[in-house]
T-cell receptor, first 111, second 110 residues
Framework: RKEVEQDPGPFNVPEGATVAFNCTYS??????FFWYRQDCRKEPKLLMS???SGNEDGRFTAQLNRASQYISLLIRDSKLSDSATYLC????????????FGAGTRLAVHP | SQTIHQWPATLVQPVGSPLSLECTVE??????LYWYRQAAGRGLQLLFY??????ISSEVPQNLSASRPQDRQFILSSKKLLLSDSGFYLC?????????FGSGTRLTVV
């Protein structure tokens, strides 16, 4: 299994839809996880941290399933501005806060 | 406030030319600093990280090197660029358990 795997998409959804992305990881010792958002030709920006079982922030919900080693991101009531690539991020082995980034899932929200 | 600066924003360089990309942080001391590269349509690859002045760890063998001459300065260099060095270079520093990225340098080697 790759260290981090994501469905590349694209996910094409209408405004107002609910969409979910999954991410699997291989290091069972990982404790904290992140979702980053990357707009086209821009730097990634932290969207959410995921600790213990999950986290919710407005329309965004991140869940963690340690037994199955996957993380999900749910976006409710999609907006046009949600169109971006969403990167799943897990800690790398060896410490020093090194992170491994998934290749990303592309979301396109249309009117 | 804590900020990270990266320059230049874009760069077009011929094969065989040298490279120097600079990253500086403000508002913190002794940060962990990282250089990542993102090839077109690909994920981010960790190139180097540094936990202090003069301390550099390389994650993958490559045509690049890094240096940290000051606490808040991180430099990515190459003596001779290859076509395969093209990509989006991102500097980051760790804030708690996440990263803040600089705005990146888009390098095209021609």
């Amino acid at each position: 299994r790759k260290e981090v795997e994501q469905d590349p998409g694209p996910f094409n959804v209408p405004e107002g839809a609910t969409v979910a992305f999954n991410c699997t990881y291989s290091n069972s010792a990982s404790q904290s996880f992140f979702w980053y958002r990357q707009d086209c030709r821009k730097e990634p920006k932290l969207l959410m941290s995921v600790y213990s079982s999950g986290n919710e922030d407005g329309r965004f919900t991140a869940q963690l399933n340690r037994a199955s080693q996957y993380i999900s991101l749910l976006i409710r009531d999609s907006k046009l501005s949600d169109s971006a690539t969403y990167l799943c991020v897990v800690p790398a082995s060896g410490g020093y806060n090194k992170l491994i980034f998934g290749a990303g899932t592309r979301l396109a929200v249309h009117p | 406030s804590q900020t990270i600066h990266q320059w230049p924003a874009t760069l077009v360089q011929p094969v065989g030319s040298p490279l120097s990309l600079e990253c500086t942080v403000e508002g913190t001391s002794n940060p962990n600093l990282y250089w990542y590269r993102q090839a077109a349509g690909r994920g981010l690859q960790l190139l180097f990280y540094s936990v202090g002045i003069g301390q550099i760890s390389s994650e993958v063998p490559q045509n690049l090197s890094a240096s940290r001459p000051q606490d808040r300065q991180f430099i990515l260099s190459s003596k001779k660029l290859l076509l395969s060095d093209s990509g989006f270079y991102l500097c980051a520093w760790s804030v708690g358990e996440g990263y803040t990225f600089g705005s990146g340098t888009r390098l095209t080697v021609v």
